[in-house]
């Protein structure tokens, strides 16, 4: 279970402050966050997706003014981040169509937000959020550009270039998981959207099940054979992951392959926009960072992007997982925010 984050007591903060809204499409993380990015308040709350997004942004307001009012600090906050997930269009702040959202679509998010608040609002995509959030306080808190993806149902990502948040013409800016790395009539079909070949459709939770799925109909020996039927044992990831942590031959072979996919995909974006600075997040870490696992997963990342790239590129290129967790996206809007209110003066 994911832990609440440390709470600074408001005498020790510095002013001044912004409010950072994570909305997906189960909870929505609240966090009012000072200008060292010092968490001062936080709380989740259930999206409740039926009753639509009007009320769900009532009770978030609400939220909002009771700490504020509890802490004198109204004029002390200077500005909102939201982040939710897309398709969006940034410019006019509208949510579009995020499949999670159902009755939230074509919905003017940000402009409501900003009337219930009485401030001005910076809007992300989630991922993108999350992303800003490490490059603000976390894994690439000491780079200038960055690279994030997540790995999880879908594959995410983020782009920060030279301190810019790389949202795109389109507000489809860092959708990572859509470039193609298979070109081949028979490549897999992506989760979400449908696109054939995409790197989401290989290195996703959802493509780790599917291959797993698969390699035990055609009867391959495994220990997660026993999570091939039944709702009681339901194929995960997450199953995937602990059966290789007992040295499971086709689990370990499967996030091998995981691995190559994103090693192909890394080098593509490194080749396109030299980073420095390349990190993994999302909840399919497979164990992360202090699990051997977890290790053999990023190794396996990092030679398949050795192979293909140039040897000074490698070199200069940074590979590393996440280190905020399920923190960065309120984090990361609310360092948007920071950003955005700062250039304004």
Known sequence: MAQNPDITPISSAQAPFFWGIDVGGTGIKIGLVDDLGQTLAFETMPTRENEGPTAAMQRVAAVVNDYEEQFDISHQVKRVGLGAPGPMDLPRGYLVAPPQLPTWWDFPIRDTVAKMLERPVSFLNDAN?????EFWLGSGKNDQSMLLLTLGTGVGGGIILDGEMVNGVNSFGGECGHIIVDSSPTAQLCVWGGGRGQLEAYASASAVVGRTRQR???GRNSLLAGHLHGTNNELTAKKVYEAAVES???????IDETARWLGIGVTTFVHTLDPGAVVFGGAMNFGGANCPVGQRFLKGISDEFRSRTFENVFEGTSIQFASLGADAGYLGVA???????KQVG
């Open 129 to 133: 959020a999350a992303a800003f959030g």
């Open 248 to 254: 499971d031959e086709l689990a370990l072979e499967i």
């Open 335 to 341: 360092g948007y925010a920071r950003k955005q209110s």
């Open 216 to 218: 035990l109909t055609e």
